[in-house]
């Protein structure tokens, strides 16, 4: 059996960092989402579960492979579905503490999020992927979604 290499779950600056400010700015001016307790447990708790499945599902695929030094393309497991599962999973847990801190603030925060996520984080791993393993990966890339859903590919239209 293959060990798993639990170092393999990157604990990602930017939603840690956000995570912090959301709840630091809800103690100085709370803005919470529900008024009672039910909503919160009924919808953050699941959540909570369902991005901690997914992360130690994407550990176990990844075995004991050091993923800040790939050797190989990790392509089975949730690595099948999204080559961001990590990701994915860690957004998923952000959100659960957003709701059962019961704070807006972590939503209002939730898109700059995202998209330092994928502009500064997800776009350099691609490069550096790419450059690495290259025609492998590109073909990876074109099978699996990056995220949950297709991305639009541009084409641009040659001019007779």
Known sequence: MNKLNWSNIPIPEGHVTL????????LWRPLRLFQTA?????????????GIWLVAW????????DIQKPTKLITAG??????NPM?????IIYLAAAILVNTWWLIILLPVLILFTHYFVVRHEERKLE????EQYRQ??????????????LVKKEKP
């Open 87 to 91: 990701y994915i999973a860690w957004t």
């Open 38 to 50: 039910w909503p919160r447990h009924v919808l953050g708790w699941p959540l909570l579960l369902i």
């Open 131 to 134: 450059l690495q393993f290259g």
């Open 78 to 83: 949730p690595y099948a579905i999204s080559r």
């Open 19 to 26: 995570l912090v400010v959301g709840v630091v700015l809800h």
């Open 140 to 153: 990876y890339c074109a099978r699996v979604r990056r995220y949950l859903w297709r991305e639009r590919q």
């Open 58 to 65: 994407a550990v176990a695929a990844v075995k004991a492979m």
